[in-house]
């Protein structure tokens, strides 16, 4: 089979994988995930015409030639109904989110005021018509969509369901997903050191990348390289919704992955992707469960999960927003790939008055997991290869954490 380019494959996985279904939950729980119904706002915000400011109702008319009084006919806190309409040569004092009296058409604030006696004010300046009122609806009006299907639930959001009083929401189902890892090299959490083995470092860093999308994912632990003892963990991954396997994709004689995953009915789209890191990368589907057999070393299984799982599993959450985000960086080195793999080049982002600079994290070998771990993000060399130089222009990939950084990055 060719090696498919990542876009390609991409597209493939995207297009074997739906949203899932949906289900109700509590507010309080549903920070990060995605509304699966368009949320209307069940009243009108503000319900009336407001003071946007602390200070005086007046009729704009009553002041063109300054100064002016104007007599204080009464006092309209946040929380009061007012009683008293405003004639001519009137005013009312009024506090910030009250409701405007009637007869009054603006606001005039506090601090462009003097006041002269206990019911008497001297106002020095014009005002317009509406000047610091906040009319009714302009928030929200009912009926009107304020949060549509699809979106995703951040704080902000929480914000605007609380407002129109949504206890509790719809939003998409959460994937069921299991990580398995293959290898008889494999040395588990729980077992002591032994200078012969390789830990299992897999397991956990697929972990924290589903993690990281709000799931919590089943470990199912280490399968030998022995196809009998291998069969029995994937017919237990497949009862999830999707199943990460690492290690065995490859084609050495112990890679009993691919004829298992086989052998159990998963119908394979491709076993290939012309990408580096990440070349042994396997995706199929039994119609239930998604089956990504991703590379044993740890670099490639980690930006595999990137570039593949992680979109799968967005659009399987309602996330219409698939991909990391990508920023344009200079590099502070020179850099040359070869033609015929897309590479992912770990780097570190700096920020300077130009922009983004982005530097490689050191050896690139997949499996230099030290070099993932002080990433900030994933330069994208293009397929064709590149001979590129120090301040070239280049596609850098976010990775996590890069969303704060150590100053505040904004001059005042
Ligand atoms: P494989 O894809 O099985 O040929 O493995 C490729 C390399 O990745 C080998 O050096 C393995 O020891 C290593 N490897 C495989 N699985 C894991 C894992 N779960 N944790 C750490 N390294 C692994
Ligand atoms: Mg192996």
Known sequence: MEHLKVSTAQRIVLESVATL???SIALQQSLGRVLSESILANRDLPP????AMDGFAVRSADLTSMPVILKIVEDIRAG????????????????????????ADAVIQVEDTQQVSSDTVQIDKTVAIGNHVRSRGENMKLGEVVLPKGGEITPGVIGVLATVKATHVQVYRRPRVAILSTGNELEAMHEPVDPNKIPDSNTYALMAQ?????????????????PAELEQYLLRGLEYDVLLVSGGTSVGVHDYVRPTIEKLNVSMKFWRVA???????????????AVFGLPGNPVSSMVCFEQFVAPALRRMMGNPRLYRRTVTARLAHPARTRPGRTEFI???????????????????SSGALLSMARADGLLIMPTAGASLAKGDLVTVQLLDGTAFQNNAGFKE
């Open 346 to 364: 770990r780097v570190q982002l700096t920020q300077d008055d130009a922009g983004y600079l982005a530097s490689s994290t050191g050896t690139q």
């Open 210 to 226: 589903v993690q990281a999308l709000g799931i919590e994912p089943a470990l199912l632990g280490i399968a030998r390289d022995d």
């Open 21 to 23: 279904g949906n289900e």
């Open 80 to 103: 009061d109904m007012p009683t008293v309409t405003v004639q001519a040569g009137q005013c009312s004092r009024i506090m910030t989110g009250a409701p405007m009296p009637q007869g």
């Open 48 to 51: 009336y015409d407001v003071s």
């Open 275 to 289: 990408m580096k890191p990440g070349h042994p990368l396997a995706f199929g589907t039994t119609g239930k469960t």
